[in-house]
């Protein structure tokens, strides 16, 4: 991906991954849209970087989408990079009866949300030079984690969602990218303090490198043990990880 002269829309960009890519793409000279539902987050990081802008999103809402992709075009027809970073992740219990808010507020985020957002832009972006589709799964994609399955399955499903669109998308312009994070420190499962987890300015600084090159997925050194796991023997991976994660995350 280029990575200087674009203008640049990043879903869930108030805080955690999405503000640290805003930022580091703002820094290199990129105009950089953010979005959320949470108006104060965006409003801190507008302030904190003079010349990036912010619309208000809910990425579960359908109608929402629509409004904020007319905006966009309206505003910003020179918009050539969709970032759908959105998520939200909570425990669940996969082993027993699914609390069906979050078995649908999970889908609807993680799984509909950036597929809309895409859809809403995807005509526009084919008329750009450089253009991007980046979508941030997970590692969890490759190796779920059982204490937070509805999660990982999305991510699974996105990252499925990823390689047709690639395919589909082969003949035109537009460069499809999986950004698939390890355990970072954001807010997400309250991990913004976790020793285990990788800094998040190491994540970005590692992440920033690899964009900026050929590679279609995009993968720092601690998440390709990973994605690497995918395959007839992927058992047993997954199990260790998840004894692990069960000591870490499980309730008391």
Same mark, same amino acid.
């Given at each position: ?7 640049? #829309? ?39 970087? /003079? ?10 809402? /359908?109608?929402?989408? +629509? ?7 309206? +505003? ?22 699914? +609390? ?43 190796? /779920? ?70 590679? +279609? ?8 043990? #990973? ?21 870490? #995350?499980?309730?008391?």
């Amino acid at each position: 991906m280029k990575l200087t002269g674009n203008t640049i #829309f990043i879903t869930g960009g108030g805080s955690g991954i999405g503000r640290g890519l805003a930022e580091a793409l703002h820094k290199r000279g990129n105009k950089v849209i953010i979005a959320g539902r949470r108006r104060s987050h965006l409003n801190a990081v507008v302030a904190a970087n /003079p010349g990036m802008e912010a619309i208000e999103l809910d990425i579960t809402d /359908p109608a929402s989408i +629509d409004r904020a992709a007319a905006k966009l075009i309206a +505003d910003h027809p020179e918009l050539n990079v969709l970032i759908n970073n959105a998520g939200v992740m909570q425990p669940d219990n996969v082993g027993g009866k699914i +609390d069906d808010a979050v078995l649908t507020s999970t889908i609807t985020t993680n799984v509909l949300g950036p597929i809309r957002m895409t859809s809403a832009l995807i005509e526009h972006l084919k008329g750009k030079k450089n253009a991007v589709v980046a979508y941030t799964s997970s590692v969890l994609a490759f190796v /779920p984690m059982a204490v937070t399955g509805i999660y990982s399955s999305t991510k699974a499903a996105i990252h499925s969602y990823v390689l047709s669109q690639r395919f589909m998308l082969r003949n035109t312009g537009v460069r499809v990218l999986e950004i698939a994070p390890p355990w970072v420190r954001t807010e997400l499962m309250n991990s913004q303090e976790a020793e285990q987890a990788m800094p998040l300015d190491q994540f970005i600084a590692e992440t920033m490198t690899v964009l900026g090159t050929d590679a +279609d997925e995009i993968l720092v050194d601690g998440a390709k043990q #990973f994605r690497a796991n995918v395959g007839p023997d992927e058992h047993a991976l997954v199990n260790g990880f998840n004894e692990h994660a069960l000591a870490l #995350f499980a309730p008391a």
